[in-house]
């Protein structure tokens, strides 16, 4: 059983881009969780979605940060007009199940550098 | 104030040696407690879980949690240079996001 795939592992964009973020999670697994560590600091919760639905952003920027998990597909954190303060590593997490405690399951996430 | 503090470290110890790692957090409404360990690199691993009071073994691993303190511990007994790696504290209200500690670095010589 593969764990959380994310890709690419390393993202390089230059000020202004847009960066996109992938995230296959685990199979079985319905919930998809973004995280953001930037330099010398723990992990920040971004968004957390279910399959077609957002159901908590309350992490995330107001501007420029989106994010989906299709029906198909891996889910998408699409960051439009990148800024060199968005440079972090970005980690994607899954679990099977909110209704009690479920272990989210992390992927060895995407390392993004703006020029 | 930050809802979970957790100092940064390092954390320089002999190999063998009893490590004790510490978070506490002011929300009073978290009911799961998590550490996490982290390599360099890669995404952090869950070590262990509880939920309210208490405490929690697994092998060399032991998780305390005091609610009426607010206060989060692991001990690492016989440390080993592989435990090197960041450990991370984490909490959860219910079933959704964790709010996780600023992470402390440990580094076990050998």
């Known amino acids: 059983n593969a764990g959380v795939m994310q890709n690419p592992r390393h993202l390089v964009r230059r000020r202004g881009q847009e960066a996109r973020l992938r995230c296959s999670p685990m199979?079985?697994?319905?919930?998809v969780y973004w995280y953001r560590q930037l330099p010398e600091e723990g992990l920040k919760f971004m968004v957390y979605?279910?399959?077609?639905?957002?159901?908590?952003e309350s992490g995330m920027p107001k501007e420029r940060f989106s994010a989906e998990f299709p029906k198909e597909g891996p889910s998408i954190l699409r960051i439009q007009q990148v800024v060199r303060g968005d440079s972090a590593a970005y980690f994607c997490?899954?679990?099977?199940?909110?209704?009690?405690?479920?272990?989210?399951?992390f992927g060895p996430g995407t390392r993004l550098t703006v020029l | 104030q930050k809802e979970v503090e957790q100092d940064p470290g390092p954390l320089s110890v002999p190999e063998g040696a009893i490590v004790s790692l510490n978070c506490t957090y002011s929300?009073?409404?978290?009911?799961?407690f998590m550490w996490y360990r982290q390599y360099s690199r890669k995404g952090p691993e869950l070590l262990m879980y509880?939920?309210?009071?208490g405490n929690k073994e697994d092998g060399r691993f032991t998780a305390q949690v005091d609610k009426s303190s607010k206060y989060i511990s692991l001990f690492i007994r016989d440390s080993q240079p592989s435990d090197s790696a960041t450990y991370l504290c984490?909490?959860?209200?219910?079933?959704?996001?964790?709010?996780f500690g600023a992470g402390t670095i440990l580094r076990v010589k050998s």
């Open positions: 997490a899954s679990s099977s199940d909110r209704l009690s405690y479920n272990e989210q399951f």
């Open positions: 199979k079985g697994h319905s919930h």
């Open positions: 979605l279910q399959k077609e639905n957002i159901i908590d």
């Open positions: 929300n009073s409404a978290f009911q799961y």
């Open positions: 509880t939920y309210s009071s």
């Open positions: 984490a909490m959860m209200e219910y079933g959704n996001k964790l709010v």
